[in-house]
């Protein structure tokens, strides 16, 4: 009921920078954590940033200072803005997020399908 539309990838060289969106759409009642995760090749899928629907917000450490993230709750949007883009940031991401039901109080869990990062050196 919830789809994901993920843009903004692409190649880029070191140092360079890019922005990911992910706008949700569908039968959303309330969005409560958007977040960014990426995986490399030979690498295990990880965590790169997140953000309540309060504002408040959690970082790898890898990416602390060089990634920010935000939202636009009217657009039920999600944006990673990446600068000083390093070949390490590598890797596609994933936009996850995690929704509440008017006739549920359980959370629903959903995945984007993925956009390609790459940066050269």
């Known amino acids: 009921q919830v789809q994901l539309v993920e843009s903004g990838g692409g190649l880029v060289q070191a140092g360079g920078s890019l922005r990911l969106s992910c706008a949700a759409s569908?039968?959303?009642?309330?969005?409560?954590?958007m977040g960014w995760y990426r995986q490399a090749p030979g690498k295990e899928r990880e965590l790169v940033a997140a953000?309540?629907?309060?504002?408040?917000?959690n970082y790898a450490d890898s990416v602390k200072g060089r990634f920010t993230i935000s939202r636009d709750n009217a657009k039920n949007t999600v944006y990673l803005q990446m600068n000083s883009l390093k070949p390490e940031d590598t890797a596609v991401y994933y936009c996850?997020?995690?929704?509440?039901?008017?006739?549920?109080?359980?959370?629903?869990?959903?995945w984007g399908q993925g956009t390609q990062v790459t940066v050269s050196s």
């Open positions: 953000i309540t629907s309060g504002g408040s917000t």
């Open positions: 996850n997020v995690k929704t509440g039901r008017l006739s549920s109080p359980r959370e629903y869990v959903y």
């Open positions: 569908g039968s959303i009642f309330r969005i409560n954590v």
